[in-house]
């Protein structure tokens, strides 16, 4: 016996808009039991992980602190990802940006004036898109895998940022210990309401906006698509194909470059040897939840905060192991692509030896 | 609804402040940069504080967030326990510094305690143990043990605790074979299973029949007993993990300083210091001296007596790598020079990131 998918011919509109509605409430599910299995009480557990942290506005905020790096770097990997490129190296692009934005404060302490925060934040775009521009004229010219060279490049600029605030760009009054000095207030991003929130969280709505109509409604956007789904076709329009990898690239590294920067002008405030929790890995699935739609992506990015932030709720309060969060997280990833899966196939138990009649995806 | 709902959280609220009220008269919280399972710094962290909620009988809560990155995510975590009514929070690795100085300035009323770093405030003390102090009786053993000369290295980050290690591990060495050689591999990581069993492969296949690590799993020690040649322990005692290979191990004994800062703070007695103690105050601890013949267990017992009597290992004579002087014959460098160290000393054959 084997169990076989069988390309629906045409798929439930309803169904493709509840998916992600019906993957939640799954997840939620599972993580009930798990808690129940573990031994704890899984009503309060499943309280103090998905509505606690929702409900009072200290914990809100941190939620938002947490989903904005998330969002806007998901948000430059759906244009990748929609025009059929694979950038996996956000991660990178990230730090990178970071780095170049944190330049002038580190280096140039003395240069403190109103133009010092929006200079970081341009420098920390361009230094991301920069480096996304490696793997993309690679690609083009001698025809490399991205998703290798991408990956790859993370490596570089973690032990890049590692070497610079262990040696160079280490604090002089610092006893040897590897951070940047603290920079000064006119290099941190303006903070909204009473934590920790900066204004980064306007830019990224703004940002995931702007996107989401260039996406729609925009010459631009078309060719995205027709070049992601079709670049026989899109050649045909005159699209070119190297040209939109470049774009896609420059526009996902610029975004995650500008998210490394505004992180470390937002809530660190210095450089340490490491700065991201994975932000760039975790912004993939948060691209790929919210349908690589800007606006689907917002919310994508606040469930996968709600996620880190419930798990280190359960932990704190109830002693639930932190394994638990990542479980939970792996559970919402595998949901979301079992219920698209089965609203593009249908199982089929198949007896006997061959398969007659339709495509068989094992 | 909308009443019904927030009646409910209300209680639900009530509720678990009750409980926590009633349970204990303080809470004590811990923020660990590991797994509690990583048998090395944080699995130690973690059992001085079970040896802490032990001694209180139940008049201290406890409660600890694990595997905490050092970036924006740690002060989040420490800003929640100062919310969750934690009277005291422990926060146990070098990067939580200065989120742990933030998180003090808004809630003066909840104590800090910031292991191994170098800032303080009026409700942050600091506090770290004098490890190079059981490196200096590990060279020793090592040179005594070891019949290439040669010892591989493990280190984590060039920082000024590892360095200042390493240095104290060649100082103990040097003292029983002059020509003792120390070949160091830095893995760039505190927890890297993986990373640190391939450093112990390679310092092996190099020529050093001893391993010593400054790095935080039971991997390097492990290599050691598979590959047949002598290692040892670091920050708990793994003999379990190689019976046959562990000389000894560097024990951090956090227990009695929490249960003493715990007590300052239930006393109301508690006030901000810098606290760095050693073999003499029982916060660095030998393991027991196996698979070695009795005159070179006989030696470092000698050796830790000696420390515990008040001995400086960094005493001098001491050379630097680049042949000037540190210290001349028997002056002892101060706390501040082996807090901040970042040179080598000479014989080491490596050049220190910088």
């Not at chain 2, 699995?43 to 924006?72: C, I, N, W």
């Not at chain 2, 690795?93 to 305690?113: Q, R």
């Amino acid at each position: 016996m084997r169990i076989v998918l069988i390309k629906r011919s045409e798929h439930s509109r309803l169904m493709t808009g509840l998916s992600p509605v019906i993957a939640v409430m799954l997840t939620m599910l599972s993580a009930a039991l798990l808690f129940a299995v573990a031994g704890h009480d899984a009503g309060l557990a499943l309280y103090k992980f998905f509505i606690e942290p929702m409900t009072d506005l200290w914990s809100l905020q941190e939620l938002l602190v947490k989903a904005v790096p998330l969002v806007l770097i998901a948000c430059g990997l759906s244009v990748c990802y929609l025009s059929n490129n694979w950038n996996i190296g956000a991660e990178g692009q990230f730090v990178i940006g970071a780095l170049a934005g944190s330049v002038l404060p580190v280096l140039f302490p003395a240069f403190d004036n109103g133009l010092t925060l929006p200079l970081m934040l341009l420098f920390g775009a361009a230094g991301g898109a920069l480096y996304a521009l490696v793997p993309a004229l690679l690609k083009n010219r001698f025809n490399t895998n991205e998703i290798l060279v991408s990956l790859m490049l993370v490596y570089v600029a973690n032990l890049t940022l590692d070497y610079l605030v262990r040696g160079p760009w280490r604090d002089p009054a610092g006893f040897n210990f590897p951070e940047t000095a603290l920079f000064s207030a006119s290099a941190m991003l303006p903070t909204v309401g009473d934590g920790r929130l900066s204004i980064s969280l306007y830019i990224a709505i703004a940002i995931a906006i702007l996107l989401s109509l260039l996406l729609a409604r925009t010459l631009k956007g078309f060719e995205i698509r027709v070049l992601g789904e079709s670049p026989r076709a899109g050649s045909f329009a005159g699209f070119s194909q190297k040209r939109m990898t470049v774009f896609a690239f420059m526009v996902s590294g610029g975004l995650a470059g500008l998210a490394g920067i505004m992180e470390v002008a937002g809530s660190l405030g210095q450089l340490q040897p490491t700065i991201s929790p994975g932000y760039g890995f975790t912004a993939i699935i948060v691209a790929f939840l919210g349908r690589l739609n800007p606006l689907a992506i917002v919310v994508a990015g606040f469930v996968l905060a709600l996620s880190y932030i419930g798990g280190e709720s359960v932990q704190a309060s109830m002693g639930i192991s932190d394994k638990i969060a990542s479980v939970v997280q792996g559970m919402l990833l595998f949901f979301v692509l079992a219920c698209d899966t089965l609203i593009l196939y249908r199982i089929k138990l198949q007896f006997g030896q061959t398969a007659k009649g339709g495509h068989a995806h094992v | 609804m909308k009443n019904i709902l927030k009646a409910a959280v209300a209680a639900i609220a009530l509720a678990a402040a009750g409980s926590a009220a009633q349970a204990a008269d303080l809470k004590a919280c811990f923020i660990y940069v590991g797994p509690v399972g990583d048998f090395g710094w944080s699995y130690q962290h973690d059992q001085g504080r079970l040896a802490m909620e032990k001694h209180f009988a139940g008049k201290v809560e406890t409660a600890y967030l694990e595997s905490v990155p050092e970036g924006a995510d740690a002060e989040r975590a420490i800003e929640r326990f100062a919310r969750e009514g934690c009277g005291i929070i422990f926060t146990t690795s070098f990067g939580y510094m200065n989120p742990t100085l933030k998180v003090a300035a808004k809630y003066p009323d909840v104590k800090f305690e910031h292991a191994t770093g170098y800032k303080t405030a009026a409700n942050v003390a600091t506090y770290n143990s004098k490890f190079h102090e059981g490196r200096y009786i590990l060279g020793q053993i090592a040179a005594k043990m070891s019949t290439k000369g040669t010892a591989g290295y493990i280190g984590s980050f060039p920082i000024p605790e590892v360095v200042s290690g390493i240095n104290s591990f060649l100082l103990g060495a040097q003292s029983v074979n002059p020509d003792f050689k120390v070949k160091i591999v830095w893995v760039n990581s505190w927890f890297d299973p993986a990373k640190e069993a391939d450093a112990a492969k390679a310092l092996i296949d190099q020529g050093a029949d001893i391993i010593s690590q400054h790095t935080d799993s039971t991997a390097p020690l492990q290599v050691a007993a598979e590959r047949g040649v002598l290692g040892f322990g670091q920050a708990s005692d793994m003999i379990a993990f190689a019976p046959k290979s562990q000389l000894t191990s560097i024990i951090d004994e956090w227990g009695p300083y929490y249960i003493e800062r715990v007590q300052a703070a239930l006393d109301g007695t508690w006030e901000s210091k810098q606290t760095w103690h050693g073999l003499k105050e029982g916060h660095v601890v030998m393991a027991p001296y196996t698979n070695m013949p009795d005159d070179v267990a006989a030696l470092a017992k000698e050796t830790e007596a000696k420390i515990i009597a008040g001995w400086e290992p960094f005493t001098g004579p001491i050379t630097k790598q680049d042949g000037t002087e540190a210290a001349a014959d028997g002056v002892r460098l101060d706390d501040g020079a082996i807090l901040g160290m970042n040179w080598y000393i000479k014989g080491i054959d490596d050049k220190l990131p910088q």
